[in-house]
């Protein structure tokens, strides 16, 4: 098993930055990639960013391409999602995510931190 827990969230005004903080914890040496979905209310929860543990090759929702980065730090078994320009339509409950099997899966979630934009 692998525990994920999130930090970093708030409110912000549209045009400013956030960080978001994940550390996992348990079997950490399993882990191929870890990432980020969000799920704004009323919607579906959608892909945001993924970093793999190894190479530290990254993929971007398209969304967020430009303005969001990911970096990893496997010493600390932390992964940080770096948001600037942020626009009111990033507001979402965003979600750490981990994947054992191969970067497009994802087995182990936190349990969200609240990101409000307001415009």
């Known amino acids: 098993q692998v525990q994920l827990v999130e930090s970093g969230g708030g409110l912000v005004q549209a045009g400013g930055s956030l960080r978001l903080s994940c550390v996992a914890s348990?079997?950490?040496?399993?882990?191929?990639?870890m990432g980020w979905f969000r799920q704004a209310p009323g919607k579906e929860r959608e892909f945001v960013a993924a970093?793999?543990?190894?190479?530290?090759?990254?993929h971007f929702a398209d969304s967020v391409k430009g303005r969001f980065t990911i970096s990893r730090d496997n010493f600390k078994n932390t992964v940080d999602l770096q948001m600037n320009s942020l626009k009111p339509e990033d507001t979402a409950v965003y979600y750490c995510?981990?994947?054992?099997?191969?970067?497009?899966?994802?087995?182990?979630w936190g349990q969200g931190t609240q990101v409000t934009v307001s415009s």
């Open positions: 995510v981990a994947g054992v099997v191969k970067m497009s899966q994802y087995d182990y």
């Open positions: 348990g079997r950490t040496f399993s882990i191929v990639a």
């Open positions: 970093i793999s543990w190894r190479g530290g090759s990254t």
